[in-house]
């Protein structure tokens, strides 16, 4: 693979549609990181019988620790995932790709990994058959989200995949309905105002789930597929499709500077911390948490994608280190293997057993946690994603026409970009 050329000095030059993969994989390595010491932290300060916090003796360390990201995960990928549906809708991009082949793509890129990692941990954990056969057939399934019982067994992370596999399936639903809808109107600012008003629509829709819950039926936060399913959890993902409708509608307008930026990001950095903080049961916003994060999110994403090309802000270098883009390459092994295998060294002796050797745990588990993450993803991932180049944009086999191969090196691949800055 051809390294990517040294940063050139300002002013840059204008970006491609994917120039900001690489700040976002920064992202994507913060966010693993963080959820790898949440476990940590939730197997040494356990949560008690109402699902509130683990205790900890500094509380403000304490809001940051369980500060959750799962929708930063959800607001990424939504936004990711609805660029070509929006730029089709509202400004005509023919560029789509088909529904099924969406879904072979997102298939290869996540399947291949889960279903290795499924088995061989249910396997260790069921040594005699049947073994929980539910279990085992619920996470194959993706249905786990909505079994009280088990919705945390096998891969507990994993819960979260099933809502990102409920997501693909809205989106390639709505997608296309969409861009046919947009095709009818004459001005674009009437498309931009469909597409808007359905992300809002979406966002808005589990928040009246959770309200009618909580509110009229009275339902206890502790009922996971309640509060946890896809009719709960979807705004994360309206939120991500309202940010990449907003960048296509805006286009190179209203960039901000890098000070807008910093502040923007900054104020939504507070934001999150402070929802943490004050996220306890008995507090009205512990029962928002998550549509109420999932703006916050918004915001600091809006604020790194869509900032003048002129300067970058200074904490934009952090996202672009070698580092942590090299963490975010391996996120979603990271989030497949780590908390089997915390369990695994804690079981075995490996990690303190007392409360204060959390830091040291910390140490041991996000180390072992990422050298296992980098075997996983070339070993497995990487291998599995590159069957999506068995189908063009259009969804054709490509060794069935010449020019495929002209259009595989030309077609952008955010993945690429990032693993020259990795290497």
């Known amino acids: 693979m051809t390294k990517s050329p040294a940063p050139q000095p300002q002013p840059l030059p204008k970006p491609s549609r994917g120039s900001r993969s690489v700040e976002l994989q920064g992202f994507r390595g913060l966010a693993a990181l963080s959820t790898v010491v949440f476990h940590v932290w939730q197997q040494y300060y356990v949560y008690d019988a109402q699902g509130a916090h683990p205790p900890i003796d500094t509380p403000y360390l304490g809001a940051l620790i369980s500060l959750e990201v799962i929708d930063l995960f959800f607001v990424m990928s939504a936004y990711l995932l609805t660029l070509s549906y929006a730029r ?54 993706f249905t786990h989200v909505f079994d009280q019982k088990r919705i945390f067994y096998t891969l507990g992370p994993t819960w979260s995949l099933s809502l990102e596999i409920a997501f693909y399936l809205t989106l390639v639903a709505v997608g296309p309905l969409a861009i046919r809808a947009c095709r009818r109107l004459s001005t674009r600012r009437a498309r931009v105002a469909l597409c808007a008003s359905g992300c809002a629509a979406l966002y808005l829709a589990p928040v009246a789930w959770i309200a009618v819950a909580h ?26 499709m309202l940010l990449a409708v907003v960048l296509v509608a805006l286009g190179e307008r209203g960039r901000v500077s890098a000070g807008w930026a910093t502040a923007t990001a900054l104020t939504a950095a507070a ?112 291998p599995g ?39």
């Open 88 to 141: 089709a809708a509202i400004d005509g991009d023919d560029r789509t790709r088909p529904g099924r082949d969406f879904l072979f793509r997102r298939a290869t890129r996540i399947l291949p990994l889960y279903f290795l990692a499924v088995l061989v941990v249910w396997s260790a954990r069921n040594p005699s058959l049947p073994g929980d056969w539910r279990d085992l057939l619920e996470h194959l399934t």
């Open 215 to 240: 509110h009229a039926l009275g339902v206890p936060h502790t009922n996971w597929p309640v509060y946890f399913g896809p009719q709960a959890r979807l705004g994360g993902f309206a939120a991500g």
């Open 271 to 382: 934001g999150l911390y402070g929802l943490s903080y004050y996220s306890a049961p008995e507090n009205p916003w512990h029962t928002y948490y998550h549509p109420l994060a999932a703006l916050l999110w918004f915001a600091l994403l809006y604020a790194t994608l869509h900032i003048r090309t002129t300067a970058r802000p200074r904490w934009h270098a952090l996202l672009r280190s070698r580092w942590l883009t090299g963490v975010g390459l391996v996120s979603y092994s990271l989030y497949i293997w780590h908390e089997p295998l915390m369990l695994l060294l804690y079981d075995t002796g490996a990690l303190p057993r007392s409360q204060e050797g959390f830091p040291m745990a910390v140490v041991f588990v996000v180390a072992a946690g990422v050298l296992v993450a980098t075997v996983s993803y070339w070993a497995v991932e990487y």
């Open 385 to 423: 994603s590159l069957l999506a180049g068995l189908r063009d944009r259009k969804g054709r086999p490509r060794e069935f026409y010449p020019e495929a191969e002209a259009e595989a090196e030309a077609e952008p691949e955010s993945r690429r970009e990032v693993e020259a800055v990795v290497r």
